[in-house]
């Protein structure tokens, strides 16, 4: 029985996980407007580089 209390602990704790993550997301993508706003040619360096890397990290997932 012990199990499945900790499973269910570990998925609540998740599901507010979520909820913060979602909400700490739209803050990131008006971060991102104002950067390309004003240095677009910087910002778009950077998403690159970005995405590079979770590609990377996709890649590792993939792994597991």
Known sequence: MKKKSSVKNTLKIINKIQK????NNVNWMDVLRLS???AP????KLLKKINS???QISKLYRKI
């Open 36 to 38: 390309v706003k004003h």
């Open 53 to 55: 890397k979770d590609s």
């Open 41 to 44: 040619e910087e910002t778009i």
């Open 20 to 23: 913060i993550r979602s909400k």
